[in-house]
């Protein structure tokens, strides 16, 4: 076993890195592909539901095919990217904690 394949066989949860690796190669690609069609696009609470809805059911289908599973982790996470990006332009870029996100980034120091 070469010492890639040793790295990339390391678990993180339930998850290798080479999967994770996998799901972020996911996450790019179809962020790209879903934002260039009109009636998905990217970052709104429009695009979130359909990106979810649509991990959701190709999970559902592909009854846990490893590399389906990759692609549907995948979208799903941009989904939810787009949901978190909508609920802040909706609050006003108002974090949780009442602060704004710039806010939090300097208390941290």
């Keep these: 076993m070469s010492d890639v394949t040793k790295i990339l066989d390391k678990k993180v949860g339930s998850l290798t ?18 934002a ?3 009636f998905i696009g990217n970052g709104t609470m429009k695009s979130g539901l359909m990106k979810v809805g649509s991990a959701v059911a190709v999970s559902m289908l592909t009854q846990n095919k490893k590399a389906f599973q990759i692609i549907s982790t995948g979208v799903l996470i941009d989904g939810m990217e787009d949901l978190v990006l909508s609920a802040k332009r909706k609050f006003g870029g108002k974090m949780l904690n009442g ?3 710039q ?7």
């Design 17 to 34: 890195l080479l999967d994770g690796a996998l799901i972020g190669a996911s996450k790019l690609g179809s962020e790209a592909l879903l």
């Design 36 to 38: 260039k069609v009109p």
């Design 99 to 101: 602060g704004s996100e």
């Design 103 to 109: 806010e939090r980034y300097v208390s941290a120091f």
